[in-house]
């Protein structure tokens, strides 16, 4: 696929999801304070976690049931030289970075 097919095909799957999302009752999107809230914490990494990898660009997929409430497990499959494909597993530590009472926590589904 070319590129142009490859971002058309994403934005589809993308509008999908979000649809999906919001006919199940889950907000697909942070409240504006859960995003100040998060670039203060972006701002404060520590030298630990800068060592992470955003993957936030890749077509994500959940594992969860298609009623769950909490889409806290994701897959997504890429390929690789050679015609092989890497699978990689996303599992959520929100308690890592968001202690109760903050607005992040607030848009959080536990």
């Not at 497990?73 to 390929?79: C, D, G, I, K, P």
Request: with cysteine.
């Amino acid at each position: 696929m070319g590129n142009i097919n490859d971002r058309q095909h994403r934005s589809r799957l993308q509008q999908i999801a979000r649809r999906a999302m919001l006919a199940r009752g889950l907000l697909p999107d942070f409240s504006a304070q859960a995003i100040a809230e998060l670039d203060e914490i972006h701002s404060n990494i520590s030298k630990a976690e800068e060592a992470i990898r955003d993957l936030r660009n890749l077509l994500w997929c959940s594992i969860d049931n298609d009623d769950s409430n909490d889409l806290d497990q994701l897959t997504v499959a890429e390929e690789i030289p050679g015609g092989a494909v890497k699978i990689l597993v996303a599992i959520a530590d929100v308690f890592h970075s968001i202690c109760k009472g903050p607005p992040a926590f607030d848009d959080a589904v536990f």
